[in-house]
């Protein structure tokens, strides 16, 4: 517990507390609930433990962005299946991951990366090839249309040179955007991606409907997340693909948001700014350059939770960039003050993995805790996490392999 760590160990560092039952609930209900196969986003958290607890939980697929992660999969994951998502890959990455690790799904927007896959693969004819579709989409918090994916207008051309490229699979996938609000945006870029196929004269053997996956935070409660994969049935429903088509999905946030925690110590109080040991250059990125007002607690040097009154309270980082600055409001009790702790929710995601060591800071320690997350998607924060770790070893997760075969895809529903 939080609680117990602070009265024990009166952490000088940062301290990540770390629930992997959390990771097991969501996982399990993404493989109960999505109709086709669920690949982990590994750079929302690469953190060991949550590779590891991911597999233990049956989630044997991962889309890895760089070969670091292609390796660390390899480690801590071994024979599970990756898709290297990246749309731009250097030569030495995609050589090693197709002819070290046995790679064979890459992803791609462009006819350059495209020639860049086969050239490093030797032109290899078993690849998937996934082309990444530019789609207009609504309703997300981050947007990620700006980088990455092919413009409508040039999709039928690319689509038709992968279907040529490869005798194995050829695919689509698309992003909404990071915490999408909105389900029928997967609905929408669905349409998108089966218009482009239509123009193009081929049929698709993968839709990939990739991440955005929302998770709970202050002023942004999400849908249900059935309602997600309601809206993303009856795309796929829509679609112009055949019998066999295999449907992906790529969650990161909504896997592992809920499975951790940091706490932080309070340095200096001025006014209504708290100065912390952590910050925008450390596992508080979200908050600083999004603006997210994460959930938060506050624990007295001595151990003792703080519940009295409260009020908003902006942070700074412990750097000395003006910029570390994280807004909120972040509402704690009045009396908080330096050598206070507090603990700041829903981090699993996009926190310890956009550490740096920017002026000397950014080590964090990790702990792991039982007691629930503050929020959850998942009915967790209203269920104690030994109740879950026991319902844990009693359910027997049973993991389906797809061989390539009519006989092992997903069908598509009429």
């Given at each position: 517990?939080p609680?117990?760590?602070?009265?024990?160990?009166?952490?000088?560092?940062?301290?990540?507390?770390?629930?992997?039952?959390?990771?097991?609930?969501?996982?399990?209900?993404?493989q109960?609930?999505?109709?086709g196969?669920?690949?982990?986003a590994?750079?929302?958290?690469?953190?060991?433990w949550?590779?590891?607890?991911?597999?233990?939980?049956?989630?044997r697929?991962?889309d890895?962005?760089?070969?670091?992660?292609i390796?660390l999969?390899?480690?801590?994951?071994?024979g599970?299946?990756?898709?290297f998502?990246?749309?731009?890959?250097s030569?030495?990455?995609?050589?090693?991951?197709?002819?070290?690790h046995?790679?064979?799904?890459f992803?791609?927007?462009t006819?350059e990366?495209?020639?860049?896959?086969?050239?490093?693969?030797?032109?290899?004819?078993?690849?998937?090839?996934?082309?990444?579709?530019?789609?207009?989409?609504?309703?997300?918090?981050?947007?990620?249309?700006?980088?990455?994916g092919v413009?409508?207008?040039?999709?039928?051309?690319?689509?038709?040179?992968?279907?040529?490229?490869?005798?194995d699979l050829?695919?689509v996938?698309?992003?909404v955007?990071?915490?999408?609000?909105?389900p029928t945006?997967?609905q929408?870029a669905?349409?998108?991606a089966?218009?482009?196929?239509?123009?193009?004269g081929?049929l698709?053997?993968v839709v990939?409907?990739?991440?955005?996956?929302?998770?709970?935070?202050p002023?942004?409660?999400?849908p249900?997340l059935?309602?997600?994969?309601a809206?993303?049935d009856?795309?796929?429903?829509?679609?112009?693909?055949?019998e066999?088509?295999?449907?992906?999905?790529e969650?990161?946030?909504?896997?592992?948001?809920e499975?951790?925690s940091?706490?932080?110590?309070?340095?200096?109080?001025?006014?209504?700014?708290l100065?912390?040991?952590?910050g925008?250059y450390g596992s508080?990125f979200?908050?600083a350059?999004?603006?997210?007002?994460f959930?938060?607690?506050?624990?007295?040097?001595t151990g003792?939770?703080?519940?009295?009154?409260?009020?908003?309270f902006r942070?700074?980082?412990?750097?000395?960039d003006?910029?570390?600055?994280m807004?909120?409001?972040f509402?704690?009790?009045?009396?908080?003050?330096?050598?206070?702790?507090?603990e700041i929710?829903?981090l699993?995601?996009?926190?310890v993995?956009?550490?740096?060591?920017?002026?000397?800071?950014?080590?964090?320690?990790?702990?792991?805790?039982?007691?629930?997350?503050?929020a959850?998607?998942?009915?967790?924060?209203?269920?104690?996490?030994?109740a879950v770790?026991?319902?844990?070893?009693e359910r027997?997760?049973?993991?389906?392999s797809?061989?390539?075969?009519?006989?092992?895809?997903?069908?598509?529903?009429?």
């Open positions: 517990m609680l117990d760590l602070v009265r024990e160990r009166s952490p000088e560092r940062p301290v990540a507390l770390v629930r992997p039952d959390a990771v097991s609930v969501a996982a399990r209900w993404f109960s609930e999505f109709k196969d669920v690949f982990y590994v750079k929302a958290n690469p953190s060991p949550v590779i590891r607890e991911l597999a233990q939980a049956g989630v697929s991962f890895v962005a760089s070969l670091n992660e390796e999969v390899a480690q801590e994951a071994p599970s299946r990756m898709a998502m990246h749309p731009v890959k030569r030495k990455a995609i050589s090693a991951a197709y002819f070290d046995g790679v064979k799904t992803s791609f927007d006819h990366e495209l020639a860049k896959i086969l050239d490093a693969t030797g032109n290899a004819k078993d690849l998937n090839l996934i082309v990444r579709m530019g789609v207009q989409a609504e309703g997300a918090a981050y947007s990620l249309s700006g980088k990455f413009e409508p207008h040039n999709a039928p051309a690319l689509l038709l040179a992968a279907r040529r490229a490869t005798q050829m695919g996938s698309f992003h955007g990071s915490q999408c609000m909105r945006a997967y929408a669905m349409a998108q089966s218009r482009a196929l239509v123009r193009a081929v698709a053997d990939d409907v990739g991440g955005g996956f929302p998770s709970i935070y002023g942004m409660v999400p249900d059935s309602e997600y994969l809206a993303i009856r795309g796929f429903a829509e679609m112009m693909v055949h066999t088509t295999e449907l992906w999905c969650p990161g946030r909504a896997l592992v948001a499975a951790s940091l706490l932080v110590k309070v340095e200096l109080k001025k006014g209504d700014a100065y912390l040991n952590d925008s508080l979200d908050a350059h999004m603006k997210w007002p959930p938060v607690k506050a624990y007295r040097k003792e939770m703080v519940e009295e009154g409260l009020k908003p942070f700074y980082g412990p750097t000395c003006s910029v570390d600055h807004p909120g409001p509402y704690l009790p009045e009396s908080v003050d330096e050598g206070d702790y507090i929710g829903m699993g995601a996009y926190g993995a956009m550490s740096t060591r920017f002026n000397g800071f950014g080590e964090t320690d990790t702990v792991e805790v039982q007691d629930a997350p503050m959850s998607m998942y009915g967790l924060a209203k269920r104690s996490i030994p770790r026991q319902e844990n070893e027997k997760i049973v993991r389906f797809r061989p390539k075969g009519a006989a092992g895809k997903r069908k598509r529903r009429r």
